[in-house]
């Protein structure tokens, strides 16, 4: 038996992944010597509706000095996030006095719309080489975990804020409780907090399974963001889809009574009991979804392999590293792995150790089939790459089901 992190609930795991490396620890020969492996199993709480991970890695473990994940590597994500600042200062009638919180602001995509219209703004990002990246943009940050007393000390030394926001970053974090009192200390009476992150809804219905791995501890419903919230003198006031990450929700939180409560909510709230999200039984059929997928991936790049096609794979992503370590896809199947990230390449990938090259050598190797571990950008890359891939060269992709395109 487990505690659930939100409300020391009993609970038990409804999948087991195995050992699994740090999804984002791209690493030279050297590093692999002491590759570090945790055991990633996922439960459901069935109090809070909150669906987790069992065991999550020391936070220093994955974000540090050289964290690999950089925002701004896709355009589709750049324009995402000035529409979604746009919308705030929008919402919120920001100007001069106003005052911005993000956390997680890595690489500044989020806060650079704010400082090109001079509405005053602070990041927080603790690993430090994608702050400095912000920093050059002129963005504040301050490179430190968010938590209840950084919440404090913002709210002593600069002022309360009208909007704190967060994009993929809150279901990174264990310490949810201290999340939210920091919240509610630094949030302004009209204050809203806005956060999106892969909606659980949507990897269950999708099988996406990758979007499970050691950053992201909880995935998200409307039902366990409200029980929390709720927790705190807080309210869920409004959730918008977005398509981002393959399928995530907007979440925006209130002071308790402050606002009034869209119907939006009501309505997403009644169509996951109508799924089953606040029942153990939509889990169950997971692993067996998650079972085929493997099973028809590993046959179809087995079958590749002996009829001596060249296969590579397109995205060095964090998720790619549970597809890759739970399926047990090594480069005799998969021989690299191209990635516009320089950090991350010429570097092999977290416990597959599959290479990682430099996109520029993609299609001067010349390949037969693409698997697109990046399948969340699949419109912007299988349009990048429209030309090049003719009618000779094959897509694979395996959310929902493994097809060849
Ligand atoms: N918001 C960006 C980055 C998401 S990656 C985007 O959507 O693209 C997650 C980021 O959260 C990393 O940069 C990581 O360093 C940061 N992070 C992890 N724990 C945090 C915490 N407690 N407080 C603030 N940032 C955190
Ligand atoms: P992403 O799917 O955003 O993240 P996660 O790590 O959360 O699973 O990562 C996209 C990766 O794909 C990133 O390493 C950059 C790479 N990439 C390319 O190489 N080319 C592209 O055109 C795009 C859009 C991404």
Known sequence: MNKCLICNNNFNPFVDFGNMPIANAFSTKK??????????????????????????????????????????TSN?????????????????????????????????????????????????????????VA?????????DFFDESLAARISKNYQKADAILSANVMCHIPYMHSIYEGVKTLLNNEGVFIFEDPYLGEVIEKTSFDQ????????FSALSISYI???????????????????SMRFTIAHKGAKNISQDVIDLIKREKEIGLDKNHAYLNFTDSVNKIKNDLIELLKNLKKNGKKVVAYGATSKSTTVTNYFGITPDLVECIYDTTPIKQNKYSPGAHIPVLPYDQFRDSNPDYVLLFAWNHSEEIMKKEIDFMGDQRHW??????????
């Open 31 to 72: 590093e692999l010597e002491n590759e570090y492996f945790f055991s990633m199993k996922v439960g459901f709480c069935e109090n809070c509706n909150m669906v987790q991970l069992l065991e999550q890695p020391d936070r220093e473990k994955m974000f540090h000095d050289n964290y690999a994940f950089f925002s701004s």
């Open 76 to 132: 589709y994500m750049i324009s995402h996030f000035q529409k979604f600042a746009n919308s705030v200062t929008k919402l919120q009638s920001l100007d001069q006095k106003s005052f911005v919180v993000e956390i997680g602001s890595n690489d500044g995509i989020m806060l650079q719309n704010f400082v090109s219209d001079k509405i005053p703004c602070l990041g927080i990002e603790p690993s430090k080489n994608v702050a400095d």
């Open 135 to 143: 920093r050059k943009k002129g963005i504040e940050v301050i490179t």
């Open 212 to 219: 499970i791995y050691d950053e992201h501890v909880f995935l």
């Open 229 to 247: 919230a709720n927790m705190h003198d807080l309210e869920l006031i409004h959730v918008e889809h977005q398509i981002t990450h393959g399928g």
């Open 396 to 405: 694979i992709t395996y959310i929902p089901n493994v097809k060849v395109i």
